[in-house]
């Protein structure tokens, strides 16, 4: 069901959700970064994606998915024929989590502490947009949409019941990819990934 707001104004509300989540002292995590990095898309999309945290270039733009791991991302919608435009994209932590290595940014995984102190927010979206289907694009996102450990290889490319009685959808997260060293591997999980999304929305019609 949608949240209840003042004349069923989503827009207005999500406007509002966003606002609030700039500000966002939940964790430590706002400490360090830039800024909070909110999801962006269409309000009545019927996809939704959901990604693991901002990286170096989302921290600095304040945009989801713009870095090399969104380029994959892009191609691999492009690929599988999704509008990226027309999907909501967002991820489970809103905040760059990072070790500072030299002048460089070092990714740094998020904890189970603080997915689920990020949660919050992305059940407020998905009350809002109350998609038809979210894709969880790896382990983290995963994890705070079902509210459990997930095996990626054993719950991708198939419907997944969410903790909030939504359906959901599990495939790898875009980055995997750029981490594979070999070139014929890499092309295998990228078209195993595009496959996957493929799926996905093919499986909400
Ligand atoms: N990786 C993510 O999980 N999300 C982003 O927004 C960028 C990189």
Not at 15 to 42: D, H, I, N, S, W
Not at 65 to 93: K, L, S
Not at 115 to 128: K, N, P, S, Y
Request: net charge neutral.
């Amino acid at each position: 069901a949608r949240a209840a707001t003042p004349g069923g104004n989503v827009e207005g509300a999500w406007k509002a959700l966003r606002e609030e989540a700039m500000g966002c002292t939940r964790c430590p995590l706002y400490k360090p970064a830039t800024q909070t990095v909110f999801g962006e898309g269409p309000l009545d999309a019927r996809l939704m994606f959901v990604g693991e945290q901002p990286g170096d270039q989302e921290d600095l733009s304040g945009r989801p998915f713009v870095g090399p791991a969104g380029q994959v991302f892009d191609r691999a919608m492009g690929e599988a024929g999704i509008d990226r435009t027309a999907v909501y994209v967002t991820n489970a932590v809103k905040h760059f989590k990072f070790e500072p290595r030299g002048k460089r940014r070092i990714h740094a995984k998020p904890d189970a502490g603080e997915i689920d102190a990020c949660r919050w927010w992305i059940e407020q979206e998905r009350m809002l947009l109350t998609p038809k289907l979210t894709v969880a694009l790896g382990a983290t996102a995963a994890r705070s949409l079902t509210g459990r450990t997930v095996t990626i290889s054993r719950e991708r490319g198939r419907p997944i019941a969410l903790a909030d009685g939504g359906e959901g959808w599990i495939t790898v997260h875009p980055s995997f990819l750029l981490r594979l060293p070999d070139k014929a591997a890499a092309e295998a999980e990228f078209a195993r990934f595009v496959e996957d999304l493929r799926n996905a929305a093919a499986y909400i019609g």
